[in-house]
């Protein structure tokens, strides 16, 4: 403990009464890492996809766990050089975050090919080790600081915490200034403040000009070095949706607004064409379909979404033939609510239906500026003015969840959708505008007859997302209506393009019922359901195994079921695809071709139209479970508990998927959480086993409870992290945006956090009978907030939005306190006891369970749901509880020297 | 070997590498579309096409592999269509970089955000639509000239529109450099750079379409430009993952059109296809291998 670098002065030789200064300098570094990993993120989802990100800079947080082993293994040499090697580290941070990012836009990979091109996945290597540079630079300093200050681990512990939460914030507000292409430019600031002031402490002019050399360098290369040497600030992915736009002659850029709500560029070009779900017989039915009708909107480089210019009379006809249009054929001047304005396409749909009123909500603050902006009020004629619609400048779910209004139509129509598909796949991300609560909200909200008309895309074969909305519209049906369910709902589908399901308060009447047929009919859509509707299952199981095997068969078979066998195959195109009637299938009237006069039979019905009846008739009348159960794809409601349009692949099935990746594309960011599971357990466990080679039995010969001390601190790694993905999911119930609510969390949560483990000083003393206390506190309070967050996050988001967010800060900040607690009194402890060692790894085994947790969270999520996310935080700080007194164990060697803090 | 002949050969081959078309030389015999092409023995096939249509080897053997393995999938049924796809040098349409995995079972990159699709999706996407010889087939999304290049040996009126303009130039300089070394065959494909949302009205209306770009709806012009009873083809999903819709433009007894949806299999479940292989002259699958 007596270590004395060389080079120091003796009153700040070790660190072991730091000054404000060093806190200071401590503070920003560590918020210099948090604001890097967040930039870096942002670098991702404007590059290619934002999973990916996700993926590269949680294992890039392994260099943790990395500097805590080698710091371990070199702890004399460290202990010695510390002062030069901390140096080293801090002024390495900054060009190694410019050099890593600047050298990963030259390796870019394309998520599409991970599959089938083998050298994409060397450059997803590269990208993971080259972001890991800055972080094990950061991670050196912060590790070598903790190190040299043992005794007084709480107050750099809390400024470690403090600094990262503040850093949070810092940056989210920076993003209004800085785009995604100069955001990094936040986290070297912070790093160069921070050097700085930690050269200045110690009064090391050499090495403050050489920090303002290394810091202005680093800035001026970050900003610079692109242009010089010609290679992009970020490497757009060709694949993004602004890349086609870029790629159109007449491609031109007409707005763009940078925020922490993403990175919303507006594009016009007469090459872009909407009309999502559009009728077939559009084309025969009307004049024309209005050409230069949109501009694209693009979110981080993701779209496009349509707005819609200002159509003249004579073309309105147009949105007759689009899905949205449902409810307004049975309801005549309704008063309309859209839940997601979005590009403004259900909005001018609803205008054009006559409603006599719309109200609409937008929780993006930056589409409703975009909307306001001049240029876009010119090219949509100023829509948000219209004097017949009112605008909610907040979740339209959360309205109607508080509203007294009652309403004739509620629409939400391919909500956070953009038409094309997203190669790549789709993140994991809660979709709270489409679960069971949210359904009852909109239920609640209709006046009496009134309509709910939900639209989805239905791109996939086998079908998925569709089945999922329809088990939740179904389920909250019958939590509304009980037994009248059957009576309510009215689903219609169009192959590979969409669905739209009607919910209709106290039932459909005869009369609306034939007049929706007629519509459907003179659409071509498909019959899905309708009160009433003759079903006939006798194809059903036959149909549910057909899938499993198109999934997960062997192939064997494939021969039977191919166009060979066909005999309507290409022989004969213009045949109907059905000339031998099918007695075996449905006996729908309106499709049953052998109803029908001959020549003008129309196709067998297609399996994923038989497949959706026989969902509805199940959800209705019985049989759900089984069927959902045979299926070869998971279809349970979404909840709030588990808002997810994705983890489709059940998790039985996982380990049959890895020879068949590519027919899995669009689950990518669920099987990718997996991946990235697999490669932080077995990293951690690489990280955990190393020390032992390096020598188990000598170092730890006077540590005991070597293992219940793994345990606590891998306890604390697993539960924290996972409280603090949990709640930034939960809480975007409130904030509406999953990026303000990760800010809003971490920054709360840290802060809270930092200010426990100052205050954990004063039960330092008494820590063997306070700590469990404590730890049993966190457990209950995370139990609770399991069970009863949901009802209260939602009668928060009924609040202004500063009222929210200060709000969401109360509610984070008891079980953040007391979080912050265990880690301070054990490390301290560890300290005090001469477990110098144990002190050095705990941290590291900190690290890598925190990785493992975040990754593990939206596993749980997925599978058990986001309350189970808490519960199992609950369990780890319960376990904990037995695995502190280890911590405690003094140390074998006969002279014990407890250190006095 | 001196160090100067090295370079000059190092140099010589790295040209060659890169300007693969100018450098090859013509076609030994004139091109036939209706060529009785070897479709049964892989020796025969190659040994044919060294001789009248001086392709390398190599890839002759790799085509002739995949070949099998799409006849066993039933990717490509009759004669026409077996003969179109082993006529078509799929690697005259790749990037350099991805000459090494032009016959794969796999959708490579083009550039521009732009994919040539599997050869099996290719074969079986053509298969569906069973041209014949004479009809107007137009194709939207040109991409590397593959699918066209493929459709010009089955029917003389071959129309592509390509959107991204660079891509259509440089495709067109494909087609031309291959026409000048003597593949007469593609001068039935006429390409143009537009918006092929809107069709091609002044040469429609066509007995086949195929759509290879993305799209959130069917574009009406298309449906209209269909003659009655006409076949369009749509790949729908990301790359590598699309399922293909086909609709057919079903003309009733009384003179009005339905539109027919339903996707290439005509409505049945598929099992998945393992990935196969050729191992000498077996057909093999590579499943948990």
């Keep these: 403990m007596a270590a004395v670098a060389s080079t120091s002065r003796p009153s700040i030789a070790s660190l072991e009464a730091p000054r404000l200064a060093h806190y200071l300098a401590v503070g920003l570094i560590a918020g210099a890492i948090i604001a890097l990993q967040i930039s870096v993120m942002r670098v991702f989802a404007v590059g290619s996809w934002s999973h990916f ?137 912070l790093w160069a403040a921070g050097s700085l002031l930690w050269f200045l402490a110690f009064g090391a002019w050499k090495s403050v000009v050489a920090g303002v050399v290394v810091a202005a360098l680093s800035i001026a290369g970050y900003l610079m ?37 993403g990175d919303l560029q507006v594009y016009a070009s007469s090459y872009m064409h909407f009309a999502p779900g559009l009728s077939d017989n559009a084309a025969f039915g009307m004049p024309e379909v209005p050409a230069n009708t949109y501009v694209g909107m693009y979110r981080d480089g993701d779209g496009p979404e349509g707005i819609m210019r200002n159509l003249a009379p004579a073309e309105q006809v147009y949105f007759r033939y ?36 719309v109200t609409v909500a937008e ?84 006046a009496d007859g009134g309509v709910v008309s939900v639209t989805l895309w239905n791109k996939e074969e086998p079908p998925k997302s569709v089945l999922k909305l329809y088990s939740t519209i179904a389920e909250a049906a019958r939590t509304f209506d009980g037994q009248g369910a ?37 659409m071509s859509w498909e019959e899905i359901y309708y009160p009433g509707m003759a079903y006939d299952g006798s194809a059903a199981q036959k149909i549910l195994d057909d899938y499993r095997a198109s999934i997960f068969g062997s192939g064997e078979d494939a021969t039977l079921t191919q166009p060979a066998a066909d005999a309507t195959a290409p022989a004969d195109p213009t045949a109907p695809a059905n000339p031998d009637c099918d007695p075996t299938a449905p006996a729908d009237p309106t499709l049953d071709t052998c109803a029908g006069a001959g020549g003008d039979a129309g196709p067998q019905v297609l399996p994923a139209t038989a497949l959706e009846r026989m969902a509805w008739h199940a959800l209705l009348t019985g049989g759900w479970e089984k069927l959902a159960s045979d299926y070869v794809f998971d279809a349970r409601a979404l909840s709030n508990d588990q808002p997810y349009f994705a983890a489709y692949v059940k998790v039985a099935d996982l380990p049959r998927t890895l020879d068949r990746l590519d027919l899995f594309q669009d689950d990518w960011g669920y099987l990718l959480i997996w991946a990235t599971l697999g490669i932080a357990c077995i990293t951690a466990a690489s990280l955990v086993l190393l020390p032992v080679l390096f020598g188990w039995r000598i170092v730890f010969s006077r540590s005991r409870g070597k293992l219940g001390t793994i345990l606590y601190f891998a306890c604390l790694g697993l539960g924290y992290i996972m409280v603090e993905v949990g709640l930034i999911s939960r809480f975007t119930v409130a904030l509406a945006n999953p990026t303000v609510s990760a800010s809003v969390l971490i920054s709360s949560m840290l802060v809270f956090s930092g200010l426990g483990s100052l205050f954990a000083e004063r039960i330092f003393d008494r820590a063997r009978t306070l700590l469990p206390v404590v730890l049993l506190a966190i457990c ?122 | 070997m001196r160090r100067r002949d090295f370079l000059a050969l190092s140099a010589g081959a790295a040209a060659f590498s890169i300007l693969p078309g100018a450098a090859r030389a013509a076609l030994p015999a004139p091109y036939d579309r209706n060529a009785e092409v070897p479709v049964n023995d892989k020796k025969a096939f190659i040994e044919w096409m060294v001789a009248n ?92 000239g593959y699918q066209s290049a493929y459709l010009a040996n089955l029917t003389d009126k071959v129309h592509t529109i390509e959107i991204i303009n660079p891509l259509a130039q440089r495709t067109r300089r494909t087609y031309d450099a291959l026409i000048e070394r003597g593949y007469s065959v593609f001068g039935s494909v006429t390409s143009r750079n537009a918006d092929g949302y809107y069709g091609w009205e002044s040469v429609g209306p066509f007995d086949k379409i195929i759509v290879t770009c993305g799209i959130d709806h069917i574009p009406p012009s298309l449906l209209q430009q269909l003659k009655p009873n006409g076949v369009m083809v749509i790949p729908v999903g990301p790359p590598g993952a699309q399922h293909v819709l086909k609709v057919i433009k079903q003309q009733l007894a009384d003179g009005t059109f339905n539109i027919v949806r339903s996707d290439i299999y005509n409505g049945k479940v598929v099992p998945f296809v393992p990935f196969t292989k050729m191992e000498g002259d077996q057909i093999v699958g590579t499943h948990n291998s």
């Excluded at chain 1, 001049?374 to 605008?391: M, S």
């Excluded at chain 1, 309403?407 to 939400?412: E, W």
């Excluded at chain 1, 009576?487 to 219609?492: E, H, S």
Aim: hydrophobic share 50%; charged share 15%; proline share 6%.
């Design chain 1, 225 to 261: 070095l692109p242009g010089l040497l010609g290679i992009p600030d970020i490497a757009v992915s060709q694949y993004k949706g602004v890349a086609y736009a870029r790629n159109f002659p007449d491609g031109k850029r007409i707005y763009r607004s940078v925020s922490p709500f």
């Design chain 1, 322 to 357: 689009l899905p949205m249009h449902y409810p307004y054929v049975i309801k005549a001047r309704p008063k309309t609510f859209v839940v997601q304005f979005g590009g403004g396409i259900s909005t001018q749909a609803a205008l054009d239906a006559g409603s006599t009123s």
């Design chain 1, 780 to 901: 209950v309070l995370l139990l609770a907030y399991g069970f009863y967050l949901s009802p209260v996050l939602d009668w928060i988001g009924a609040y202004p939005y500063a009222v929210r967010l200060l709000l969401c800060f109360l509610l984070v900040s008891p079980p953040s306190f007391l979080m912050g607690m265990p880690m301070a009194t054990a490390m301290t402890w560890l300290a005090r006891l001469g477990k110098e060692h144990l002190f050095v790894w705990a941290w590291g085994i900190n690290g890598c369970f925190s990785v493992i947790g975040s990754a593990a969270v939206p596993i749980v999520a997925t599978s058990f749901g986001l309350s189970a996310v808490l519960q199992w935080a609950a369990i780890a700080y319960l376990v904990a509880i037995p695995a502190f007194f280890a911590v405690l164990l003094p140390a074998k060697a006969p002279s014990v020297r407890l250190v006095t803090a």
């Design chain 2, 53 to 144: 249509r001086g392709e390398d080897p190599k890839f002759l053997a790799e085509r002739f592999d995949r070949f099998q393995i799409m006849v066993y999938n039933k990717d490509v049924l009759d004669d026409r269509n077996k003969r179109a796809f082993l006529s078509t040098p799929r690697e005259e349409f790749v990037l350099p970089q991805n000459l090494g995995r032009a016959y794969d079972h796999a959708f490579l990159d083009i550039g521009y955000g732009v994919t040539i699709s599997g050869p099996h999706l290719v074969g079986r996407m053509t298969t569906v639509i069973d041209v014949q010889f004479g009809e107007a087939v137009l194709e939207i999304g040109t991409g590397s």
């Design chain 1, 486 to 522: 059957a009576n309510d709902i009215f689903a219609v589908s169009s192959y590979l393009s969409t669905t739209t399901v009607l919910f209709k308060r106290g039932g459909f009447t005869e009369a609306e019922i034939k007049t929706l047929r007629d519509y459907t009919r003179s």
């Design chain 1, 53 to 189: 990100g996700s993926l590269v800079v949680s294992l890039a947080m392994l260099g943790f766990s990395l500097s805590s082993v080698v710091i371990f293994a070199g702890k004399d040499w460290f202990d010695k050089h510390w002062q030069g090697a901390a140096t080293a580290a801090l002024l390495l941070i900054g060009p190694l975050a410019v050099a890593s990012n600047l050298v990963a836009q030259t390796v870019p990979f394309n998520a599409i090919f991970l599959v089938s091109d083998p050298e994409q996945k060397w450059r997803l290597l590269a990208n993971f080790l080259l972001y890991l540079l800055p972080f094990l630079a950061g991670a050196f300093f912060l590790g070598i600081v903790f190190l040299k200050s043992r005794t007084a681990f709480g107050r750099v512990y809390f400024a470690d915490l403090t600094g990262s939460g503040l850093a949070g914030l810092v940056v989210l507000v920076s993003m209004y200034l800085f785009s995604p292409e100069t955001i990094i430019v936040v986290p070297l600031l």
């Design chain 1, 363 to 446: 929780s993006n603050p930056m589409t409703l500026r975009a909307f306001r902006d001049p240029i876009l009020r010119d090219v949509t004629g100023d829509i948000l003015a219209e004097p017949r619609l009112k605008v909610i400048d907040y979740d339209g779910r959360l309205f109607l969840a508080n509203t007294t209004e009652r309403y004739d139509v509620i629409d939400l129509s391919l909500a956070d959708s953009v038409g094309l598909s997203n190669p790549g796949g789709f993140a994991i991300s809660e979709k709270y505008a489409y679960t069971h609560e949210a359904m009852l909200s909109y239920m609640h909200a209709l």
